[in-house]
């Protein structure tokens, strides 16, 4: 069953914002999610948090500083996807320009773990891979990970290698004893945005590391680089981490795309963007999460990284080219191995409905390894279930990725699961919507009922039914062009998601397409819509409450309004 509920909002903000000349429907949007006068919506840089609010980032940035001045070499240790790919890429391209203009000798290089070979972050395999690199690095930086390497820093220290962490996931019990430690979510850190993703976290560090250099008067106002030319890098990363779209990651978001749209853009960019087939002067975030983060992340999916983060640090427009290519060609085969995935996990469940339980495990030895979270994502979406997909990686062990749904913090259900069954789980990490873990093969039934029985044992059962959250009815005559171009004006996204309206129509016709998307005809007060519900194929009862966003189809060089089905009150 789907229920709809109707978002509360100040109808006195919402007045307010429809006499600053936002269309009514957008103006009760914007009300509800906090926006309390127009002048929040204007996004401006220089109303970021200011970089010394984050914990440590000054101390990063003196030892950085010192660094430089000392010619040390410093290798960055990246994650395998779009965020730790980008935020690699924001470390590369800022150190280097303001080592550069400082006059420093310092080596930068890179390191980024295979996650079929050595799985995720830095750990003590890395660390004596790292180890042996000519010439010898003095420094570790991580980016978007590190906050649960324990005994990798541990290993480091013990062959004299220092550790600067930057992070943005939840720390464990314990934290690493790295050299600094910058993340919003570490103990005492009174960053206000908890949500800045890696690559933002590598930002303030560049932006704090640069400040630093000017207190010293290495650098001035002058000949200091811009590091607002990274933006487009911390916008895709940002994007594609599906971390909320705050305030303050909202005008990161938002900087990022303006210079897209204006052309001033990284050469890997601009190349993800022509094979995307999406034009950069009409970017919308979406493009980011949609479009180019997934050919990213197919890198770290099926090989590894590397050619992600060259594609981001390469200025040779044509190398960018060939090696956005690549990434797309991995994006094809990345989608037909997960929709064969998916296909046998349906079928798997559809022997053993998952009904009377609040979470699914899924196992299959065919899997592989980097898909299996997209299958969690698309079985918690059909189910509503916090969902871990496992796939066998070698020795006996399974390596799994969960993904949960609106109120079940699901690395809080693993640490209690860790705590029912200690035995069970060798390692996991995560937050509260995506979590990572590996378990030996002979604990996955008894993983099952302790995942089962941590996750009831911590939620509400009202959790479980599927609640969509709507901005209510529109009428026929508000449904136009014009809120469509009102609705793109501004920047939507993970926290602050982009209108959905809730109407009861009548179904007049329906088709499908391509044996794959509903197609229909629907009748809300006395006019005619077309509307389509990708990658559904049930018809529709002939009297129905659809919860739906409008948009713009293009065909034939016209631009009609098309609902888009989003959910059915069934």
Not at 21 to 42: D, F, H, K, W
Not at 427 to 451: I, K, N, P, V, Y
Not at 521 to 535: C, E, T, Y
């Amino acid at each position: 069953m789907t229920l709809f509920v109707t978002r509360s909002f100040d109808a006195a903000v919402a007045r307010r914002l429809e006499a600053d000349g936002v269309p009514a429907p957008v103006a009760r949007a914007l009300a509800a999610r906090g926006i309390g006068r127009s002048e929040e919506l204007e996004l401006r840089i220089r109303d970021l948090i200011a970089p010394p609010q984050l914990s440590h980032v000054d101390e990063a940035a003196h030892l950085l500083a010192d660094a430089l001045a000392a010619n040390e070499r410093l290798l960055i240790v990246a994650d395998y996807d779009c965020d730790g790919a980008t935020a690699c890429a924001v470390g590369l391209r800022g150190l280097r320009a303001l080592a550069a203009a400082a006059g420093s000798r310092t080596s930068l290089a890179y390191l980024v773990p295979n996650r079929f070979e050595y799985g995720y972050g830095l750990t003590p395999a890395i660390v004596e891979l790292a180890a042996q690199r000519t010439p010898r690095p003095d420094w570790l930086i991580t980016v978007d990970n590190g906050i649960a390497s324990v005994e990798g820093v541990e290993r480091a220290n013990e062959l004299g290698l220092r550790v600067l962490v930057t992070d943005h996931h939840l720390p464990g019990q314990r934290l690493p004893r790295a050299a600094c430690i910058v993340n919003p979510n570490q103990p005492g850190c009174g960053f206000p945005s908890k949500h800045l993703a890696g690559v933002g976290v590598m930002f303030y560090v560049l932006t704090a590391l640069r400040a630093e250099l000017r207190r010293r008067g290495v650098l001035t106002e002058a000949t200091q680089p811009r590091l607002d030319a990274l933006l487009d890098l911390v916008a895709l990363g940002t994007v594609a981490d599906v971390v909320r779209l705050d305030a303050n990651n909202r005008i990161l978001v938002a900087e990022g795309l303006r210079r897209v749209r204006q052309g001033r853009m990284q050469a890997g960019v601009a190349a993800l963007f022509a094979v995307a087939g999406r034009p950069p002067s009409a970017a919308q975030a979406a493009d980011f999460g949609f479009a180019l983060g997934p050919r990213i992340n197919a890198a770290g999916r099926l090989t590894d990284m590397t050619v992600g983060i060259e594609c981001l640090t390469t200025d040779d427009p044509a190398l960018a080219q060939a090696l956005a290519e690549q990434l797309d060609q991995l994006n094809r085969e990345r989608r037909a191995i997960e929709a064969d995935m998916q296909v046998e996990a349906l079928a798997d469940l559809a022997l053993d409905p998952p009904e009377t339980r609040r979470t699914i495990t899924l196992a299959n030895d065919r899997w592989h390894q980097g898909v299996v979270g997209l299958v969690a994502a698309r079985v918690k979406e059909k189910f509503h279930r916090p969902t871990i997909a496992f796939a066998y990686a070698g020795d006996g062990t399974l390596r799994g990725s969960g993904r949960s749904i609106d109120g079940v913090h699901l690395r809080d259900v693993l640490d209690l699961v860790t705590k029912l069954a200690p035995s069970l789980v060798e390692r996991f990490g995560g937050h509260a919507m995506a979590a990572g873990l590996t378990l030996r093969a002979e604990h996955l039934a008894a993983f099952a009922d302790a995942f089962e029985e941590a996750t009831q044992a911590s939620t509400d059962a009202a959790l479980f039914t599927r609640m969509v959250t709507t901005d209510g009815p529109l009428r026929s005559t508000e449904l136009s062009h014009l809120l469509v171009d009102a609705i793109e004006r501004h920047l939507w996204g993970q926290g602050f998601p982009p209108p959905l309206f809730a109407n009861e129509v009548d179904v007049l016709e329906q088709r499908l397409v391509k044996d794959t998307h509903l197609r229909l005809r629907v009748k809300l007060d006395d006019k005619i819509f077309s509307a389509i519900w990708f990658r559904h194929t049930t018809n529709l009862p002939a009297r129905v409450q659809l919860a739906f966003r409008p948009a713009l189809d293009e065909y034939q060089g016209q631009r009609r309004l098309t609902l888009v089905i989003e959910h059915a009150s069934l």
